[in-house]
C-alpha cells in the first residue's frame, strides 16, 4: 500500500494520479458550497453508477459470448486490507505511543519545560493565528493535496540545488540557535573550538 501510494505521489501513473488528484481537490473545493454529507452521499451515488454500468456492461457481453465473464474490478475485489491479530497489536502499539509523545511534547510546551522550545511554539501559534485571518482550515487542506502531489517531484528533479539551498537555511538557523543561547547563557564569547583552549600562534 505505501509503494502504491509514493508511485501516486511521484506520477509513475499520469492518468491514476490525474484522476485522484483531481477528485481529492474537486471534492474539498465542493465543501465550500455544499455539507459533507452532501458530498460524500453524491461521490458515493456516482461511484456506485458507475461501477453498476460498469458490471451490467460487462455481464452483458459474456451472455452474448463476446467477453470472458471476468469481474471488471476482480483487482479491487481481490486486494487484501485485512491486518493479522499480530500486526493490529502493532499498529495500536504505534498509534498510543505516537499519541503519548505528541500529548507529552504537547504538555512541555505548554507548561515551559525549555523555555526556548516554548518560545518557537508561542511564535508559530501567533503566525497561526494570522494565517487564520487569511484562510480557513479548507484552504489549508487543498493547498496541502496540491503540494503532496508537486513538491515531492519537484524535489526529486532539483535535488542538489534544493538541498544546497536547504543547507544555507539550515546554517543560518543553527547560527540564529548559537546566537539565542549564548545570550541565555549570559551573552559571553563562543567557546574555543581548539583543544584545550589553547590559541594558534599568530606568525
Same mark, same amino acid.
Given at each position: 500500500? +505505501?509503494?502504491?501510494?509514493?508511485? !501516486?505521489?511521484?506520477?509513475?501513473?499520469?492518468?491514476?494520479?490525474?484522476? /485522484?488528484?483531481? @477528485? !481529492?481537490? /474537486?471534492?474539498?473545493?465542493?465543501?465550500?458550497?455544499?455539507?459533507? $454529507?452532501? /458530498?460524500?452521499? &453524491?461521490?458515493?451515488? +456516482?461511484?456506485?453508477? %458507475?461501477?453498476?454500468?460498469?458490471? $451490467?456492461?460487462?455481464?452483458?457481453?459474456?451472455? !452474448?459470448?463476446?467477453? *470472458?465473464? #471476468?469481474?471488471?474490478?476482480?483487482?479491487?475485489? *481481490?486486494?487484501? $486490507?485485512?491486518?493479522?491479530?499480530?500486526? +493490529? *497489536?502493532?499498529?495500536?502499539?504505534? +498509534? $498510543?505511543?505516537? &499519541?503519548?509523545?505528541a500529548v507529552d511534547t504537547l504538555k512541555r510546551l505548554l507548561?515551559? @519545560?525549555?523555555?526556548? #522550545?516554548?518560545?518557537?511554539?508561542?511564535?508559530?501559534?501567533? %503566525?497561526?493565528?494570522?494565517?487564520?485571518?487569511?484562510?480557513? @482550515?479548507?484552504?489549508?487542506?487543498?493547498?496541502?493535496?496540491?503540494?503532496?502531489?508537486?513538491?515531492?517531484?519537484?524535489?526529486?528533479?532539483?535535488?542538489?540545488?534544493?538541498?544546497?539551498?536547504?543547507?544555507?537555511?539550515?546554517?543560518?538557523i543553527d547560527n540564529i540557535k548559537d546566537i539565542f543561547r549564548r545570550l541565555a547563557q549570559g551573552g559571553?564569547?563562543?567557546? *574555543? =573550538?581548539? =583543544?584545550?583552549?589553547?590559541?594558534?600562534?599568530?606568525?
Amino acid at each position: 500500500m +505505501a509503494s502504491k501510494v509514493m508511485d !501516486l505521489v511521484y506520477w509513475k501513473d499520469t492518468e491514476r494520479t490525474g484522476m /485522484v488528484l483531481t @477528485g !481529492l481537490v /474537486v471534492g474539498l473545493l465542493s465543501l465550500f458550497q455544499l455539507s459533507i $454529507i452532501t /458530498v460524500v452521499s &453524491t461521490v458515493s451515488l +456516482a461511484v456506485m453508477c %458507475f461501477t453498476m454500468s460498469v458490471r $451490467i456492461y460487462y455481464q452483458l457481453l459474456y451472455i !452474448l459470448s463476446w467477453g *470472458d465473464g #471476468e469481474h471488471p474490478f476482480k483487482s479491487y475485489l *481481490d486486494l487484501d $486490507i485485512s491486518f493479522s491479530g499480530e500486526q +493490529a *497489536d502493532l499498529y495500536m502499539q504505534k +498509534a $498510543i505511543v505516537m &499519541t503519548l509523545s505528541a500529548v507529552d511534547t504537547l504538555k512541555r510546551l505548554l507548561f515551559v @519545560g525549555n523555555l526556548f #522550545e516554548s518560545l518557537k511554539f508561542l511564535a508559530l501559534m501567533y %503566525f497561526v493565528t494570522y494565517l487564520g485571518e487569511l484562510c480557513n @482550515g479548507l484552504t489549508l487542506l487543498i493547498i496541502s493535496v496540491i503540494a503532496l502531489f508537486s513538491l515531492p517531484l519537484f524535489y526529486r528533479q532539483r535535488q542538489e540545488q534544493m538541498e544546497g539551498f536547504v543547507a544555507k537555511i539550515q546554517a543560518r538557523i543553527d547560527n540564529i540557535k548559537d546566537i539565542f543561547r549564548r545570550l541565555a547563557q549570559g551573552g559571553g564569547p563562543p567557546p *574555543d =573550538p581548539t =583543544p584545550g583552549g589553547a590559541k594558534p600562534k599568530v606568525q
